[in-house]
């Protein structure tokens, strides 16, 4: 089982529709936890922390359960600029080597 | 804050030759430096692990004298692809993490072509 495993897509989803993906982890240790937001042919740029307590940025909602090892993302009212690869990041405790998941592919269609 | 540069964004070069690639942070200081590669429709790989003065730590299946790293300082480090290959043309992305809080910020990305 991989480390980190997300659903490649890609995700199909019309413009003001609201779209979650998830992301497991298989190792319990995991401490860290972050979303990224890929677009063609550039580098990754952070998009939210995941925080134990979950996390809301505008739009974008960031939840942790760490019972069942997974992280979601929640995008509301989404826009044509969503449309992206979104990787799931996990950090083990007490390493800082990050393990990416391989990302979520996102179409927002008019 | 928290910004990355990557120097050159594309490079074209002979097989044979060497290339290096630089990364810097411009608004902290980074005491661990990542380089990774991407080649198209595929995830990103982890190639090496770099801490400020220290030797790098490779991951599995990654040639260290082939792929040089080198962390003179807190906010640079650089990878030397020696020897290139077509086979080594991708996408060389470096990240770099603050101490403490595990986010990471990438270079704009290195687009390298071997012929």
């Known amino acids: 089982r991989k480390e980190v495993e997300q659903d490649p897509g890609p995700f199909n989803v019309p413009e003001g529709a609201t779209v979650a993906f998830n992301c497991t982890y298989s190792?319990?240790?995991?401490?860290?936890f972050f979303w990224y937001r890929q677009d063609c042919r550039k580098e990754p740029k952070l998009l939210m922390s995941?925080?134990?307590s979950g996390n809301e940025d505008g739009r974008f909602t960031a939840q942790l359960n760490r019972a069942s090892q997974y992280i979601s993302l929640l995008i509301r009212d989404s826009k044509l600029s969503d449309s992206a690869t979104y990787l799931c990041?996990?950090?083990?405790?007490?390493?800082?080597?990050?393990?990416f998941g391989r990302g979520t592919s996102l179409i927002v269609h008019p | 804050g928290a910004v990355v540069s990557q120097h050159p964004s594309w490079v074209i070069c002979k097989s044979g030759t060497s290339v290096k690639i630089e990364c810097r942070s411009l608004?902290?200081?980074?005491?661990?430096m990542f380089w990774y590669r991407q080649f198209p429709k595929q995830s990103l790989m982890l190639m090496a692990t770099?801490?400020?003065?220290?030797?790098?730590?490779?991951e599995q299946g990654v040639e260290k004298d082939k792929f040089l790293i080198n962390h003179a300082s807190l906010t640079l480090s650089t990878l030397t692809v020696t020897s290139a290959h077509p086979e080594d043309s991708s996408f060389y992305i470096c990240?770099?993490?603050?101490?403490?809080?595990?986010?990471?910020?990438f270079g704009p990305g290195t687009r390298l072509t071997v012929t």
């Open positions: 990240s770099a993490s603050r101490s403490g809080n595990g986010e990471q910020y």
């Open positions: 190792n319990s240790a995991s401490q860290s």
């Open positions: 995941v925080y134990s």
């Open positions: 990041v996990v950090r083990r405790g007490g390493s800082y080597i990050p393990t």
């Open positions: 608004d902290f200081q980074a005491t661990t």
């Open positions: 770099s801490n400020e003065g220290s030797k790098a730590t490779y």
